[in-house]
């Protein structure tokens, strides 16, 4: 597999904000309860939750499955210290927190579930990453996966060309470096991930839905993208190119999603999602 440079897995968001993220809690549960929903193993002894972030998750699966075993594993430690700290209440013995990284990762249990929610658009090389991820679990057991589609999405095209032309003068901002890291499409169409798991699949499920966010405040489509697509941006551009950057950004984002006549913002957003049960 070809794994990330150093620079690149920076960008790709170890530097998190909890508190951003948790803004949009409501909104970005709804896409795991979704895939929760569509999981039809029973009894799972280990679940594995990839990418767990704050950890609202995590706990959600530990809720479903009472008697399994839960890990949450991430690759930030900012997101890891908030999961760890919340209250589990009496979830708190068959919860667990551990770091990792998703490209190298290894797990050490047996798992039951891999599940990951808005995660693998941070790594490349999928036609290696899934199919290694789906090689780790034994037969019977389940591969659950959701991952925005947002490449299309006019809020990160915009994104992509405010780095562009979005300078003085409408020159480039930030190095060609982050300009090209944020250029890469990691995530496939739908018929990519049916392709990987079909043959060695029981079962299989391979779906899209969009969802209509109405979104409330000012710069509310901003707000949104900072806890989540903007942050290899923010990562990686210095101080004063990061003001400049987020002001004309700011400005083509009102353009392009207007808050309406009774205060709100819509905010479409299409996601991927597939779940396959190993043969």
């Known amino acids: 597999m070809t794994q990330a440079t150093p620079h690149q897995r920076d960008l790709a968001g170890e530097s998190w ?85 998703l490209a190298d990762w290894l797990p050490a249990q047996t798992p039951s579930i891999f599940f990951s929610n808005a995660v693998i658009q941070w790594v490349p090389d999928h036609h290696e990453l899934v199919p290694r991820l789906w090689d780790m679990l034994p037969s019977g057991s389940c591969l659950a996966i959701q991952a925005p589609l947002s490449w299309d999405m006019r809020s990160h095209q915009i994104m992509r060309e405010t780095l562009e032309n979005g300078g003085y003068g409408g020159q480039p901002v930030g190095s060609t470096e982050l300009r090209s890291a944020v250029g890469n499409r990691w995530v496939q169409d739908p018929d990519f991930y049916y392709d990987l798991l079909a043959p060695e699949s029981d079962h299989l ?75």
């Open 17 to 101: 904000d909890p508190d951003q993220y948790l803004k949009f809690a409501d909104h970005r549960l709804r896409p795991a309860l979704d895939l929760m929903g569509r999981i039809p193993l029973e009894r799972p002894q280990v679940i594995y939750d990839l990418g767990c972030g704050s950890g609202n998750v995590t706990r959600l699966l530990a809720d479903r499955w009472p008697d399994a075993s839960v890990i949450g594993m991430d690759n930030s430690p900012d997101m890891l210290q908030q999961a760890a700290s919340m209250e589990a209440g009496d979830l708190s013995g068959n919860v667990s927190w551990e770091p990792g990284d």
């Open 205 to 279: 499920d391979v779906w899209t839905t969009e969802y209509q966010h109405v979104l409330t405040g000012d710069d509310a489509v901003l707000e949104w993208v900072t806890g989540t697509g903007l942050r290899p941006i923010l990562n990686g551009l210095e101080d004063g190119d990061r003001e400049s950057y987020l002001e004309e950004y700011r400005r083509r984002l009102n353009v392009e999603y207007p808050k309406r006549a009774d205060g709100f913002t819509l905010y479409p957003f299409r996601r991927l999602f597939f779940v396959a049960v190993r043969r």
